[in-house]
Each structure stands twice: as C-alpha cells, then as structure tokens.
C-alpha cells in the first residue's frame, strides 16, 4: 500500500504562487506515474498534471501549461507541483495520486492511490 499526504495548500492573491508536496509512505513510488488531480466546489475532479517514474515525460492540463510545473524527488519519495501566475478559477482541493505503472495518463480511474487533498484557495 502507498500512503500519500499532500501539503501547501493555502490562501493567496490572484497572481501569486504555492508549491505543494504530495509525501509517500509505506512503499516506495519511483517506478510509478504521480498525478495531481483538483476538484472545485461543484465541479467533476479533474486532471492537472503528471510525471512519468524517471521525471523525463510529463503532462499538464491545457489551463494549466506554462503555469504549473510537476516535479519529484524519488530519493525522497516525494513529488511537487510548482503553481505560478495563480488565478481564482484554480481554487480547488488538490490531490496527489499514483497510478502502478510506469507511465503517465490523464486519466484519474487509472490512480490507484489518493492523499486525503490540500485546498488552494485564490482571491482576486
């Protein structure tokens, strides 16, 4: 099994930037995709970006690119999802997950493994 928590979310202005981390436990993840996923009030949970296990192919949301950047750091068991140039519309709760497999998809039923998610907030 694969624990995943994620942190640092919070509050910020439109235009500002968070990093969060996603922190795995109880198996390692470097052979495995992360995904970040978000879901905002009223919304479908919806994909943001993801990694491939060696960090050499990733994925990012069309709302998202040239904004947010994911990263991670398999010594340890970590990954990060850098977020820039913050808009209101990327308030959400964002999750980590990781899917069993080696390679990156967009698609959130093929992550096994979910952290409990982070909220973003963003003001205008």
């Known amino acids: 099994q694969v624990q995943l928590v994620e942190s640092g979310g919070g509050l910020v202005q439109a235009g500002g930037s968070l990093r969060l981390s996603c922190a795995a436990s109880?198996?390692?993840?470097?052979?495995?995709?992360i995904g970040w996923f978000r879901q905002a009030p009223g919304k479908e949970r919806e994909f943001v970006a993801a990694?491939?296990?060696?960090?050499?192919?990733?994925m990012y949301a069309d709302s998202v690119k040239g904004r947010f950047t994911i990263s991670r750091d398999n010594a340890k068991n970590r990954a990060f999802l850098q977020m820039n140039s913050l808009q209101p519309e990327d308030t959400a709760v964002y999750y980590c997950?990781?899917?069993?497999?080696?390679?990156?998809?967009?698609?959130?039923?093929?992550?096994?493994?979910w952290g409990q998610g982070t909220q973003v907030t963003v003001s205008s």
């Open positions: 990694i491939n296990w060696s960090g050499t192919s990733t």
């Open positions: 109880g198996r390692t993840f470097s052979g495995y995709a």
């Open positions: 997950a990781v899917r069993l497999s080696s390679w990156v998809t967009t698609n959130q039923y093929e992550y096994g493994h």
